[in-house]
């Protein structure tokens, strides 16, 4: 039967139908499994491949309170494995130079709309590269495996399930509290609808990264609902024939019973390769375990001793990315209870709820502690006349010693300010500064600043809309003259136009500002014809967008105006202006955008400065005045900064 899913995993299918999964959450089966206590190693293979080596041992396989075909649960005895720490990725696959059929592409994404066929191919292709036998019969194209074959496989359903429990008797890995899956696994409540690079999520016990969610994986066994009933206790295969194949851990577009540790699923192997369009199926592999593994890089072997690979570490299940790269820095977030203290007075839509609302949520899902946190210092004189002259530095300070236990207003009724107005904005430019610090020193690999007041009104010499001093154009200086970075990009995505931003560096040919805004719409600036002026000009690039408009807009506007610009300036740093009252829930900016569609412009940003600057960027929060819209929103974005 094998023969036949090869020939129909290269022939494709005209009819795709989607595989229908239940909701049914709860395991909780006895006894547990059996294996090393302590975490298992991870072993680098020729390829530069990170595997580990999971121990043998004994575990209940299946689920009592599940799905059908995850009864009976069973006790299930297996024989020590290699498996990779993470699900195989495009670079992978390019490095053997296999054509990706990824939709989501990304080097270090996993590969997704892999068929089963297409996955044994890459196992056979991975083992030749490494001098290894292959499992895979695909010349006679019966697709036998030969499971004595030192070379690359598919996991059989047992070991992925042995795997990815790691010892748990839960539904998950980690337990069986679904409340902290967005922690360990890429999923429908935090993907963004697509996947994600490998190993971003907490690992397993074991040190496997995202056996949970991101890409569901194709297991080597043959789907049959019954065959729980009738399996071996002894390292189980699955059955003799079929016409599905196994699939196991769900997806980014799971729900959390499907990504439970005992989900299983069975999926008609060819159909991938035609038109069920299933960006959400991946794979990992799998190799027999060696009889010795060398603790460095051998020079002369012993009997027995596998030379193609080393021991890089124990699996400590700690955080970080996988597949083989150093720990990366985290993500860095800036805040402070000194903003909260800028009271703008009862009905303004610029107040503290809005900082609340952001920390509220980043604490429900357990992002906070994910982050760097980071706290602001006051910004200098000498950062603040970088753009600001000092009469209005100093008319600022007054007017808020004046306001007394009141509220004194800025040139503008829309600028209302207190007592603590002054040290809040202080801290607010300064605080940005900090975060520029840190990942300039490479502690954070960027950072976002839930800062208030704003800033990218704020003029020379006038305060306007909300803001008090320019957070983002006093950066941009600051990355200059403090750590010499004289190439800087700001883009800002908040609904009205960053006037104060804009005028700040009009003539400057450094300071490349990008701006996407509403028009017609308050400041009244921002035309398209505003370019920049003297050797300035062009480096200024308005994009002014109708009410109404939607992610495909403006998604349209940074791939086609913003993308090319930036990779031709090959900025040394990126600044964002972060407003988000373009989402659709805000009650002032009258567009469409989505907490998704925030993510996808983040994710643009990200690839900018990923190639120009080693990632280097520091998000400022601008406007957003929908509590809720503004909590996804930021969410939205701090995930993918997180990536």
Known sequence: MRRCILARSRAGRAACPLVLLAFLIGCGQGAGPTGAAAPPPIIKTAGGVEMVLIPAGEFDMGCSHGREDEAPVHRVRIAAFLMDRTEVTQEQFARLQISDPSHFKGPTNPVDMLSWGRAVEFCNERSRAEGLRPCYNLESGNGECDYEADGYRLPTEAEWEYACRAGSTKDYCFGGDPRTLGDYAWCKDNSSARTHPVGQRKPNPWGLYDMHGNVAEWCNDFYDKSYYKTSPAESPRGPADGVSCVLRGGAWSSTAPMLRSSFRVGEEPGSLDACLARDAVGFRCVRKAPAAVPATEPRASASGTDRSLTVAAPADGG?????????????????????????????????????????????????????????????????????????????????????????????????????????????????????????????????????????????????????????????????????????????????????????????????????????????????????????????????????????????????????????????????????????EKDPLGGMKLTAAGYAELTRIVKQIADKCCQGRIVSVLEGGYSLEGLADSVEAHIRVLME
């Not at 809309?465 to 941009?476: E, K, L, P, T, Y």
């Not at 800002?492 to 960053?498: C, I, Q, R, S």
């Not at 109404?548 to 086609?560: L, Q």
């Open 319 to 583: 955080g970080g990315g996988g597949g083989g790269d150093e720990k990366r820095a985290p993500t860095a977030f800036l805040y402070d209870d000194i903003f909260l203290q800028h009271m703008t007075g009862e009905g303004h839509p610029e107040r503290a709820e809005r900082l609340e609302a952001i920390v509220k949520r980043l604490k429900e899902k357990g992002l906070d502690k994910q982050l760097l946190g980071l706290k602001p210092a006051p910004a200098a004189l000498e950062w603040l006349t970088t753009v600001h002259s000092a009469d209005y530095v100093a008319r600022v300070k007054k007017a808020c010693d004046d306001a007394g236990d009141g509220i004194a207003y800025i040139d503008t009724r829309d600028v209302p300010v207190t007592a603590k107005s002054y040290d809040a904005a202080l801290n607010a430019a300064g605080g940005v500064m900090v975060a520029i610090d840190a990942v300039v020193a490479g502690k954070a690999r960027n950072a976002f600043c839930a800062v208030r007041p704003p800033g990218h009104h704020a003029m020379k010499d006038k305060a306007m809309g909300f803001c008090v001093f320019g957070n983002v154009a006093i950066a941009a200086r600051y990355v200059q003259k403090k750590h010499n970075l004289q190439k800087v990009l700001i883009v800002d995505w908040d609904v009205h136009h960053g006037n104060g931003t804009q005028y700040a560096s009009y003539d400057d040919p450094t300071i490349l500002h990008f701006d996407t805004h509403r028009s017609p719409f308050y400041p009244g600036s921002g035309r398209a014809d505003e370019r920049g002026s003297g050797k300035g000009e062009g480096f200024k690039i308005n994009v002014p967008l109708p009410g109404g408009s939607t992610d495909k807009d403006y998604k349209e506007a940074f791939e086609t105006k913003l993308k090319p610009a930036a990779l031709d300036f090959k900025p040394d740093f990126v600044l964002i202006s972060a407003g988000f009252d373009a989402h």
